[in-house]
């Protein structure tokens, strides 16, 4: 089943008002607690859903400092090298990358610069690490959201039934289920 303007509207909520019960979703948005768990479960299925739980700040844990750092890995270490990027604990996420002079772009977070250094130091001491670019940044112009995109993707009109048949698939009164 296609992402629809339900999903949107369950997303959008969700996003506004994470601490609702699933039953006061469902009174919000006007439908069956049961229509919405099951939505939920195919939006958990689907991925769409990814994370239920508290967004926990680095400043406030003390990690004001945030940096990303490119690693250069050398050929046939990027999975010892990424594997290894877990044990570092004030990485906060690693991607693999392409085009941007590098092979791993990793969030990092510190104490202080003098604390950055260090995790940078140990981060060239990784296996397979040849080249280290580091970017602090100073502040933050978007903090991360989904919500306009959500948004956006509620108002996109979803892709065309086939001919003979009405917005949802059916065939159309009087008409008969396109052939395929």
Not at 12 to 33: E, F, H, K, N
Not at 38 to 51: C, G, H, N, Y
Not at 116 to 130: D, K, S
């Amino acid at each position: 089943m296609p992402f629809d303007a339900l999903d949107a509207r369950i997303v959008r909520l969700m996003l506004d008002q994470p601490r609702t019960s699933v039953r006061g979703y469902a009174r919000i948005l006007g439908v069956a607690r049961g229509t919405l768990q099951a939505r939920l479960e195919r939006l958990e299925r689907d991925e769409v859903i990814t994370v239920a739980g508290p967004r926990v700040s680095p400043a406030a844990l003390g990690h004001p400092v945030l940096a990303f750092v490119r690693l250069e890995v050398a050929r046939g270490h990027l999975d010892e090298a990424g594997e290894a990027l877990a044990a570092v604990p004030e990485i906060v996420e690693a991607f693999s990358v392409a085009g941007g002079g590098g092979d791993l772009l990793t969030r990092v977070v510190a104490r202080d610069n003098g604390h950055l250094e260090a995790v940078i130091q140990r981060l060239g001491r990784l296996p397979g690490v040849v080249r280290i670019r580091t970017e602090i940044a100073l502040s933050e112009r978007v903090a991360h959201r989904l919500l306009p995109l959500v948004e956006s993707l509620a108002t996109e009109p979803g892709p065309a039934a086939p001919e003979g048949t009405g917005a949802a698939g059916a065939p159309e009164e009087g008409g008969q289920r396109a052939a395929r």
